[in-house]
């Protein structure tokens, strides 16, 4: 069973589209994120949700909206996909929003704009 | 703000050879500090991490130890294998943030 899974594994779209990415956890963590990993893998958080309580915005454009229906899932919603979103995407989960035990990744979502 | 300062790579060894990767750090107050490996096309695993001062965190040959008086991290492994060749990130959680910071990442490319 796939502790972090995350859908699509690869993603091409055109430039305006909107597209969303999916996340479950099946570790009955409390805590769930949103990393996005450019072309150098410098990796810098989006997004965190603890109990589906959004606790982390960083300076992030609008146009990006998570949503989360439930503490196992966190979905990334994107609008008017401009090239520079090309990334991966990886979702994460720790039991806490204070866990010292790390966090549990997803294998990415590669998602390529033209 | 918090932040991580890892050594630039790639880093080119032989199989056998001993790998030091340089991790510093500043954070306000007393960190946790880890060590994530990310193989070709795969998600970031915990290799290691330490909670703190002194402590030393291991797991798979790999070994770094919680330095505060030099605010590091450093990686070590005595003798890698070409399945060792991934990009590999520290990090820190202060006890008072709520996610992890990342350093740049290193990428270790390991030849037979």
């Known amino acids: 069973d796939t502790a972090v899974s995350q859908t699509p594994k690869y993603l091409v779209t055109q430039m305006g589209n909107d597209k969303s990415i999916k996340c479950e956890q099946n570790?009955?963590?409390?805590?769930m994120y949103w990393y996005k990993q450019d072309s150098k893998k410098f990796l810098k958080i989006m997004f965190s949700y603890n109990n589906k309580e959004l606790i982390i915005n960083e300076t992030v454009p609008n146009r990006f909206s998570p949503k989360s229906p439930d503490k196992a899932h966190l979905n990334l919603h994107i609008n008017s996909l401009e090239l520079g979103d090309s990334a991966v995407y990886f979702c994460?989960?720790?039991?806490?929003?204070?866990?010292?035990?790390?966090?549990?990744f997803g294998s990415g979502t590669r998602l390529t704009v033209v | 703000g918090n932040s991580v300062t890892q050594m630039e790579g790639p880093v080119t060894l032989s199989e056998e050879a001993f790998l030091t990767i340089n991790c510093t750090y500043t954070?306000?107050?007393?960190?946790?500090l880890f060590w994530y490996v990310q193989y070709p096309g795969e998600g970031l695993q915990l290799l290691l991490k330490?909670?703190?001062?002194?402590d030393k965190g291991s797991n798979k040959g790999f070994e770094a130890t919680y330095r505060k008086e030099t605010t590091s991290f450093h990686l070590e492994k005595g003798s890698v294998q070409v399945s060792d060749s991934a990009v590999y990130f520290c990090?820190?959680?202060?006890?008072?943030?709520?996610?992890?910071?990342f350093g740049g990442g290193t990428r270790v490319l390991v030849k037979p």
């Open positions: 990090a820190l959680m202060t006890a008072a943030g709520n996610k992890l910071t």
């Open positions: 570790l009955g963590h409390d805590t």
């Open positions: 994460a989960s720790s039991q806490d929003d204070r866990s010292n035990y790390g966090y549990t």
């Open positions: 330490a909670t703190k001062a002194d």
């Open positions: 954070a306000t107050g007393y960190p946790s």
